[in-house]
């Protein structure tokens, strides 16, 4: 069994359990082979992905009413989709703006995959001095601002996941009952939702390792100044934490 073979018996086990909650699926480029797309669609997903720069992409035909009939079949596809010149006539333009506020000018159309086999949506995000980013869903009616959302959404996971196993002790455990495991873990990913939500708050530009610092630092100095035995003006106070957020950013 091959490591795709792998990924698509474990899909298929939690098929439906997975369709009860939605039929979209994400996965990154390594998966948007036609032996995983064509099989999970065929459970009834929508996949979106990812592609590389050198995809082999084509035009959908355009019927010409005006040209002279000819014998034999009609053709399927068009031209082969060059992404530092794209088909202005067939792509679309349109603005994305990210969770950040920034604006990115992407490109969307519907093409035809020669490895998926399918017409595929296709969504280009130019890269400043880089190849673009290729977003693509087999659902061609989905719009573009979805498709990018859904993948970039993907991420967030994976860095959920590595900020609890750094900061908030995901790893830390050392039990094998299950329910203790259950409930060490779910400890972990709350406290790491509450710190974001406060960054999110009170400190937009600090990343969560410089939130963790902050808060060690504010504990060591209220540490010490209650250790002093004198209660230090309100004044003095805001000073400090003024600086140790400086000093963590």
């Known amino acids: 069994m091959s490591m795709l073979d792998w990924y698509v018996a474990l899909v298929r086990s939690k098929a ?34 990812r592609l590389r720069a050198n995809s082999y992409l084509r035009y959908l035909a355009i019927p010409d009413s005006s040209a002279p009939r000819r014998r034999g079949r009609k053709k399927k596809y068009g031209e082969k989709v060059d992404f530092s010149t794209l088909d202005m006539s067939v792509f679309t333009s349109f603005i994305y703006e990210d969770s950040k506020g920034i604006k990115t000018r992407c490109h969307t159309a519907v093409v035809h995959s020669r490895a998926l086999k399918r017409d595929i949506r296709i969504v280009v995000c130019p890269v ?52 203790r495991l259950d409930f060490a ?25 410089q939130f ?21 003006h309100l004044k003095i106070i805001k000073k400090i934490n003024h600086r140790l957020a400086q000093l963590a950013a």
């Open 128 to 179: 400043e001095n880089g190849e673009p980013l290729l977003y693509f869903s087999t659902d061609t009616n989905m719009r573009p601002e979805k498709i990018i959302g859904f993948y970039r959404t993907r991420f967030q996971i994976e860095f959920g996941i590595r900020d609890a196993k750094q900061f908030t002790g995901l790893q830390s455990q050392q039990t094998r009952d299950r329910e």
């Open 212 to 232: 963790k610092r902050l808060m060690f630092e504010s504990y060591l100095a209220s540490t010490i100044i209650s250790t002093c035995g004198k209660s230090p």
């Open 16 to 49: 439906a359990e997975l369709l009860s909650l939605t039929d979209i699926l994400v996965a990154d480029a390594f998966f948007s082979k036609y032996e995983f797309v064509n099989k999970v669609i065929g459970m009834g997903f929508r996949f979106v992905g």
């Open 185 to 209: 873990f779910n400890l972990s990913f709350t406290a790491l939702n509450v710190c974001k939500e406060v960054i999110r708050k009170d400190y937009p530009d600090l990343s969560v390792a």
